[in-house]
T-cell receptor
Framework: GNSVTQMEGPVTLSEEAFLTINCTYT??????LFWYVQYPGEGLQLLLK?????DKGSNKGFEATYRKETTSFHLEKGSVQVSDSAVYFC???????????FGAGTRLFVKA | EAQVTQNPRYLITVTGKKLTVTCSQNMNHEYMSWYRQDPGLGLRQIYYSMNVEVTDKGDVPEGYKVSRKEKRNFPLILESPSPNQTSLYFC?????????????FGSGTRLTVV
């Protein structure tokens, strides 16, 4: 079946450091891939998405590229800020479907 | 403002006392879903609804009920809550092309069953 695996956290970085959060998936066909962010005490917000191979999603300085050959969708940001501290979820939705599968989430702490 | 509204935000209840968590969206979305979030497990789908009067089980439906009598509302019902249903619950909605646009989530309901 479909699944999403994220790197375990927490990830602790200093401000302005480079961020990578790894995400790999298992799915049949061609799923759409997403990153969601959850700030403390809030619901999930869509951060970025990619709907086909080689697409790059980007938003707020974050980027992720849909790599079908490695079944990966790693999240990156060149220079993190304290305000980026949150939990990040990788997710997939199968093409033509509605069911979304989430990874376990990766907590990011950014120190000033 | 486009949003998904859940109530209540926090709820403490006793085992066996029926409760309902409400969810409403103002985006005219056809698809709505309930998830529970537990540490280390991410989000797991409880029930979903493709449209009015159309609902189906997700991955962890035991102990829950839902209804979809109106397009905007999708309440989650716990007929006889038990402590293992203590969790953080999220309602989400999307258009029929959710695979391309992702979901809008509510702010969550933290439920404690004692």
């Amino acid at each position: 079946g479909n699944s999403v695996t994220q790197m375990e956290g927490p990830v602790t970085l200093s401000e302005e450091a480079f961020l990578t959060i790894n995400c790999t998936y298992t799915a049949t066909g061609y799923p759409s891939l997403f990153w969601y962010v959850q700030y403390p005490g809030e619901g999930l917000q869509l951060l970025l998405k990619a709907t086909k191979a080689d697409d790059k999603g980007s938003n707020k300085g974050f980027e992720a590229t849909y790599r079908k050959e490695t079944t990966s969708f790693h999240l990156e940001k060149g220079s993190v800020q304290v305000s980026d501290s949150a939990v990040y979820f990788c997710a997939l939705t199968h093409t033509g479907g509605f069911k979304t599968i989430f990874g376990a989430g990766t907590r990011l702490f950014v120190k000033a | 403002e486009a949003q998904v509204t859940q109530n209540p935000r926090y709820l403490i209840t006793v085992t066996g006392k029926k409760l309902t968590v409400t969810c409403s969206q103002n985006m005219n979305h056809e698809y709505m879903s309930w998830y529970r979030q537990d540490p280390g497990l991410g989000l797991r789908q409880i029930y979903y609804s493709m449209n009015v009067e159309v609902t189906d089980k997700g991955d962890v439906p035991e102990g829950y009920k839902v209804s979809r009598k109106e397009k905007r509302n999708f309440p989650l019902i716990l007929e006889s809550p038990s402590p293992n249903q203590t969790s953080l619950y999220f309602c989400a909605s999307s258009s029929p092309t959710g695979a391309n646009y992702g979901y809008t989530f509510g702010s969550g309901t933290r439920l404690t069953v004692v």
